[in-house]
């Protein structure tokens, strides 16, 4: 398992990338974030750098991930690594000190009562991952900067961390949206009793801004921000108002 820690900070803070991608994608938060925390940054297993787990569902990820977090930290999940905090945190609560998820959802397919993903657009992705991987991928970086005003920079920033590490596997890759359109934890959610922030994009396509009110009476105990004019990746397009979030949130959990 890759596992990349730095920073001056006393509080541990995990950051868990999302589908596709590997730690590099936290690139532009590191210098605003490591004065205020110790990160861990982490390849998900067979993204990366860190080798594939046997056990690919959203419980394996996470039972992956365990063995390695230091005492009370707090995990930061965004996209398909919130649902790989949101599971540690309903599995092993004691070690952590709190939860932040980043345009994230207990569930991401789109049903007539829940606004998020329509399945076929996954299904087109599990499609063109076997026609053509970099293409498939290429597109999924525009589906989650669509709206973004700086959409162009975003797409740059995500690709140069995609691909400054080994592409995952296909069979990662599908594995990874077979979880992302099977999960659903809406039940389990407020089960998780810790400090719990979710910060989403107001233009986010894949995670609707519509769904935060519907999450919120799920959740009522955790607090929501929406970043106005970010689409899927606020951290990127937005990250000096990410990172003021963030570093807000220890109040919250009493540090």
Known sequence: MYWYTCGKGSTNLVLIHGWALN????????????????????????????????EFTIKGLAKQLIPFL?????????SLGGLVAMQIALIHPELLSGVITVASSPKFIATESWPGIKINILKNFQHYVHKNLQKAIERFLVLQTLGSKKDSIDILMLKQAIFSQPI?????????????????????????????????????????????PIIDDIIPSSPSIVIEKAAHAPFISHSDRFCEHVINFLDLVGY
């Open 168 to 212: 995952p596997s296909i069979s990662v890759l599908n594995n990874g949206l077979k979880i992302l359109s099977i999960t659903d934890i809406r039940k389990e959610l407020p089960l998780i009793q810790l400090p719990f922030l979710r910060i989403y994009g107001s233009l986010d396509s894949l995670v609707p801004r519509y769904v935060v």
């Open 23 to 54: 730690a590099e994608i936290w690139n532009l938060v590191i210098p605003n974030l490591s004065k205020h925390f110790r990160l861990h940054l982490v390849d998900l297993p067979g993204y990366g750098r860190s080798k594939v787990c046997t």
């Open 70 to 78: 230091p005492t009370q930290s707090i995990v930061l999940g965004w």
